[in-house]
């Protein structure tokens, strides 16, 4: 059974570098599969971050493209998220999760927990 | 960027009602749609894909239907845990977008 955990830290201070990982337990990322970023705000909906596979291609978000970096470490089974010069509005929960069968379109089938970083000096 | 609209924001229901949630995309994004359920402090869970399959281990009270722009989330004889926020979401062209959810609630 597949699962996924995120770590990082809850709080960073405006301006710096949210960093995330997401460990995969019950499934080699080397395998296949692609894996996901999703935040919802305190309260708001879901947004799309952006999807690596497991040949460390990638597709972001737009909105955030400039400031965010998803990478894939198959040796260690995880994938991280990296989100520079936050403000207040990056505060979010942040789920990794992943994307369903093997066709990069599909809906995310497995999702973490979620994790809470609050932007705060 | 395709938009996502859902109608009801909010919906006051019984157990064993029948409930109908609709969401509506900007563009025509074919079968790409999901549906998902999220419970406070949960992520969110996957109920229908590609529109109208339902995901392995949902209950058959959840089915979905539509294509193109519009779409329907039915929740058949509605059950305590049923009570929840439903999200729909298109696949169909970068950015993957969410609706803004409909929160079903206990009339």
């Known amino acids: 059974q597949v699962q996924l955990q995120e770590s990082g830290p809850g709080l960073v201070k405006p301006s710096e570098t949210l960093s995330l990982t997401c460990t995969v337990s019950?499934?080699?990322?080397?395998?296949?599969?692609?894996w996901v970023w999703i935040r919802q705000p305190p309260g708001k909906g879901l947004e799309w971050i952006g999807t690596?596979?497991?040949?460390?291609?990638?597709y972001y978000n737009p909105s955030l493209v400039s400031r965010v970096t998803i990478s894939v470490d198959t040796s260690k089974n995880q994938f991280s998220l990296k989100l520079n010069s936050v403000t207040a509005a990056d505060t979010a929960v942040y789920y990794c999760?992943?994307?369903?069968?093997?066709?990069?379109?599909?809906?995310?089938?497995?999702w973490g927990p979620g994790t809470m970083v609050a932007v705060s000096s | 960027d395709v938009q996502m609209t859902q109608s009801p924001s909010s919906v006051s229901a019984s157990v064993g009602d029948r409930v109908t949630i609709t969401c509506r995309a900007s563009?025509?994004?074919?079968?790409?749609l999901a549906w998902y359920q999220q419970k406070p402090g949960k992520a969110p869970k996957l109920l229908i894909y590609?529109?109208?399959n339902l995901q392995s281990g949902v209950p058959s009270r959840f089915s979905g239907s539509g294509s193109g722009t519009l779409f329907t989330l039915t929740i058949d004889s509605l059950q305590p845990e049923d009570f929840a926020t439903y999200y729909c979401?298109?696949?169909?062209?970068?950015?993957?977008?969410f609706g803004p959810g409909t929160k079903v609630e206990i009339k």
């Open positions: 999760a992943r994307i369903l069968g093997g066709d990069l379109l599909n809906p995310f089938d497995v």
């Open positions: 019950g499934y080699s990322i080397s395998s296949g599969y692609h």
């Open positions: 690596v596979d497991h040949r460390d291609s990638t």
């Open positions: 563009q025509g994004i074919s079968s790409w």
């Open positions: 590609a529109a109208s």
């Open positions: 979401q298109q696949s169909n062209s970068f950015p993957f977008t």
